[in-house]
């Protein structure tokens, strides 16, 4: 299993667009994909597990992946995180 600790640092934090792009980009996966807030965890494949992770902008995540694919993953997931979600 890999860990990384990502940061959401788009203004409008982990909303409906950048859950749908994680969502998205997980499923292209075969490893299993995470994010942990808190002791709360949420399946990257699911947009909704991903909203009640309720990540506003500042908010430290934990990334975890396990699985054949998992440095390719961790690392596509990561630069979601690191551009934004790509979101102006």
Known sequence: MITRTVMVSNPDGLHLRPA?????????????IELERSGQIADCRSMIGLLTLGA????ELILRVQGPDADDAIEAITKLFDTQFDEP
């Open 56 to 59: 506003a902008q500042g908010t």
């Open 20 to 32: 749908g792009k994680i969502a998205s980009l997980a499923s292209s996966y075969q490893s299993q």
